[in-house]
């Protein structure tokens, strides 16, 4: 390794045969330019464990503390998928600075300090994996999409395991199913164990970085092995009773495609947690938020109001009431987790229902008046 700053043209050809497969572009060249200047190395993370992280630069793979850039905000922390400045040598070797997100996906943490938990960034694709071993769960592929859309990449649905579901008109249905909670996004049916789907999946990943998820058993780390070529991810059985897998991966990974592109896969998530995703929500439930522009008032509730064009919808069976379900309860929860973090959304809730409760008993005052 060299101690001393590389030159302009070093760096570039070094950035060109070390970064590039990693997503480095002249956009990250430009807003790494400052700490070149200041003698630092460009590197992609691609793991990250207990504050120490794995940087690929144009000297290698290095191990590097975050401690410089470890703020308060866990939004704020070092994650896989970050573009970095470290150290040109040095041991320990240090990260101190990251480089503007693109995209971050963020989910609300189980902790009772209502904070956000960052699980990757950069991200241009993220696929939503589902198994098709095990009934489908809508309302969950609806919450991922809702963190997906909202994260700034494009969501995609991954239906796993095709080759259990072998009856073709079975299988559309389940498409069908998938796509109607799921507007605007493509939904593929993929076979890890005989490819089939794995050539198109490869060609959408092929340009730029794309993010895993899903719940344990879903069959990231197998899809991952498919994509990649060989068994990088460990892979275990998941249980029969219930269809559910053991955490297989424990960190975030980031690795390069071979037929170009970056995939990270991430541990299976059995809490998604919607972290201020009032649009994401939208997104998911474009058809509903369409409906509502239309009501009478424009603070319809969706209830008994008159003129509303989503009970209208809903009473011609043009809208399923399972829809309107998760639609409320996804909206409850992300006003629930903003006024936790908001003191000042928590206020403009606290006025609201003193306003609705003042309507109710103004109402409830008139009818009085009228059996009087």
């Known amino acids: 390794m060299s101690s001393s700053p590389l030159s302009s043209s070093s760096l570039s050809s070094a950035l060109s045969s070390a970064l590039a497969p990693y997503g480095w572009d002249e956009t990250w060249a430009g807003a790494f330019a400052p700490y070149a200047a200041d003698g630092l190395l460009p590197g992609r993370v691609v793991r990250v464990d207990r504050g120490r992280c794995d940087v690929v630069t144009p000297d290698g793979t290095v191990h590097a503390d975050t401690e410089f850039v470890t703020p308060r905000d866990p939004l704020r922390a070092v994650c896989t998928g970050d573009w970095v400045a470290v150290d040109p040598d040095g041991d ?30 950069n991200v241009d694709h993220a696929i939503v994996t589902v198994s098709l071993a095990a009934d489908l769960d809508l309302g969950r592929i609806e919450r991922f999409l809702a963190l997906a859309w909202e994260s700034g990449a494009q969501p995609l649905v991954v239906l796993t395991k095709a080759d259990l579901v072998p009856d ?13 909670s799921a507007p605007g996004v493509p939904v593929l049916t993929v076979s890890a164990r005989t490819g089939d789907g794995l050539d198109v999946l490869t060609a959408v990943l092929s340009g730029g970085t794309a993010v895993l998820l899903g719940q344990s058993g879903a069959g990231k780390s197998t899809l991952a092995n498919a994509l990649l070529g060989e068994d990088v991810m460990d892979v275990q059985q998941v249980r029969d009773t219930d269809g559910k897998g053991r955490h297989t991966t424990t960190t975030r ?3 390069p495609l071979p037929g ?23 997104q998911v439930f474009a058809e509903i938020e ?18 509303c064009a989503v009970r209208a919808a809903l009473d011609a069976g043009r809208l399923p009431q399972r829809r309107l379900d998760s639609y409320r309860k996804l909206q409850r929860e992300n006003q629930w987790i903003v006024a936790k973090s908001d003191a000042r959304a928590r206020a403009e809730l606290r006025k609201e229902g003193k306003r609705r409760g003042a309507q109710g008993r103004a109402a409830m005052e008139a009818k009085r008046g009228r059996w009087r």
Do not use: M
């Open 92 to 121: 320990p070797r240090y990260v101190r600075a990251y480089l503007p997100r693109r995209t971050a996906f963020v989910r609300a943490t189980s902790s009772k300090r209502s904070e956000g938990q960052i699980l990757a960034a």
């Open 168 to 180: 073709p008109a079975t299988r559309a249905y389940l498409v069908q199913d998938v796509e109607t």
């Open 253 to 255: 990974n980031l690795l």
């Open 260 to 282: 170009g592109g970056v995939l990270i896969d991430t541990p299976g998530l059995r809490g998604v947690g919607l972290w201020d995703a009032e649009s994401g929500v939208g």
């Open 290 to 307: 369409e409906l509502a522009a239309h009501c009478r008032f424009p603070d319809c509730a969706h209830d008994t109001e008159p003129g």
